[in-house]
């Protein structure tokens, strides 16, 4: 089974571009979430979809969306980049299940640069 | 506000001894407890988790203890091998499976042979 892929690994930007990051989720997993890791800072919550609704939303400007497809498919979009959204990006896939936690398997992420 | 800390940011330990990773959780609605291993250029991976109504759960070399008066869990690896030097990410989770994952900051561990 193929685990998640999210496309590009790597991109580089200029501030005030805005940048659309892809996510492909593992087969038959209907949630995607979304996470930023700086450095020493962890992995934060941007936001997770649903049945192409989103579910959760993380502390994160207006200038990061996503949107999810009817294939599960995910892309988050981040607009007028500033210095700081420089990180990793990474899409994270589950079931969900409805009484009890679901795993969530990670992708490689996609490591964003902003000059 | 943190709800989710790793007080220690680097770890290192001998190969074949114990390895002990520590983290600490403010939010007393956490229900659930993971643990996730990350290799640089990779995303984290799953290792081990916890339901707060056990206090410990055991698989192969890694073992999670949860103290929930103390808001406290931890990993243990039991022998530590060279390949387990990577970051690791503590995470809890509210009851329901709806709930987003809250991530701390990680360890990052170094197994020296």
């Known amino acids: 089974k193929a685990g998640v892929t999210q496309t590009p690994r790597y991109l580089i930007k200029t501030r005030g571009q805005q940048v659309t990051l892809s996510c492909s989720p593992i087969s038959g997993h209907r949630s995607v979430s979304w996470y930023q890791q700086t450095p020493g800072q962890g992995l934060q919550f941007l936001f997770e979809y649903f049945s192409e609704t989103q579910r959760n939303k993380g502390n994160f400007p207006g200038r990061f969306s996503g949107r999810q497809f009817s294939n599960s498919r995910s892309e988050m979009n981040v607009s007028t980049l500033e210095l700081g959204d420089s990180a990793l990006y990474l899409c994270?896939?589950?079931?969900?299940?409805?009484?009890?936690?679901?795993?969530?398997?990670f992708g490689p992420g996609t490591r964003l640069t902003v000059l | 506000d943190q709800q989710v800390k790793q007080n220690s940011p680097s770890l290192s330990v001998q190969e074949g001894r114990i390895s002990i990773l520590n983290c600490d959780y403010t939010?007393?609605?956490?229900?659930?407890f993971l643990w996730y291993k990350k290799y640089p250029a990779e995303g984290p991976t799953f290792l081990i988790s916890?339901?707060?109504?056990?206090d410990k759960n055991e698989d192969g070399r890694f073992t999670v203890f949860l103290n929930k008066s103390a808001k406290h869990l931890s990993l243990h690896i039991v022998p530590s091998q060279p390949g387990d030097s990577a970051v690791y990410f503590c995470a809890a989770s509210g009851v329901s499976g709806n709930t987003p994952l809250v991530f701390g900051k990680g360890t990052r561990l170094s197994v020296i042979a």
């Open positions: 994270a896939s589950s079931l969900p299940r409805q009484a009890s936690y679901n795993e969530q398997f």
């Open positions: 916890i339901s707060s109504i056990k």
């Open positions: 939010n007393s609605m956490f229900d659930y």
